[in-house]
Each structure stands twice: as C-alpha cells, then as structure tokens.
Nanobody, 124 residues
C-alpha cells in the first residue's frame, strides 16, 4: 500500500512558477507509476502529467507541454511537478496518484491510491 501527501500549492501571480511535491510512504513506491491530476469544483478530475516507475517515461496533457515538468526521486520517495508560466486557468486542486499498470494511464479510474490534494491559485 502507498500513502501520498501533496504539498507546495499556494497563491501565485500569472506568469509565476511553483513546484509541487508528492511524498510517498511505503517501500514499494518505486514500483508505481505516478500521475498528477487537477480538479476545479463542478468539473471532472483532469490528467496533468505522469511518470513511469523508473522515471524513464513521462507524459503530459497537451496544455501543459513546455510549461510543466514531472520528475521523481525514488531515493526520497517523492515525485515533483514543476509548473512554470502559470495561468489563471491552472487554478485547481492538484492531486497525485499511484498505479501499477504496464502502460501509464491518463484515466483517474485506473489509479489505486490518491493524496488529499493541494490548492494552486493563480491570480491574474
């Protein structure tokens, strides 16, 4: 079992940067693919980015390519999401999630473990 805790969300001005962290417990963390999703009230949870268990493969939603970077440090049981050039439409609660699929999924329903979320607010 994996427990996930997100941090790093805060209020930032448009054009600014934030780095979110997803800290995991459990010795099996390095066997899980990790993804970031985000959600605004009344909307579905949207895929942001994902990284394979080894860190060798990464995937991004089209609107995040070139602005967001996902990375992981398995020695620290932590996954990061570096967010640059933030826009007001990036405002959401950001969640990290873990799954063990052979192929990385962008669908929330395939993820087994979730953190509690961290609020990112981008002001215009």
């Amino acid at each position: 079992q994996v427990q996930l805790v997100e941090s790093g969300g805060e209020l930032v001005q448009a054009g600014g940067s934030l780095r979110l962290s997803c800290a995991a417990s459990g010795r099996t963390f390095r066997t899980y693919n990790i993804a970031w999703f985000r959600q605004v009230p009344g909307n579905e949870r949207d895929f942001v980015a994902a990284i394979s268990w080894s860190g060798s493969n990464t995937y991004y939603a089209d609107s995040m390519k070139g602005r967001f970077t996902i990375s992981r440090d398995n020695a620290k049981n932590t996954v990061y999401l570096q967010m640059n050039s933030l826009k007001p439409e990036d405002t959401a609660v950001y969640y990290c999630a873990a799954e063990r699929g052979v192929v990385i999924s962008t669908a929330p329903r395939t993820y087994d473990y979730w953190g509690q979320g961290t609020q990112v607010t981008v002001s215009s």
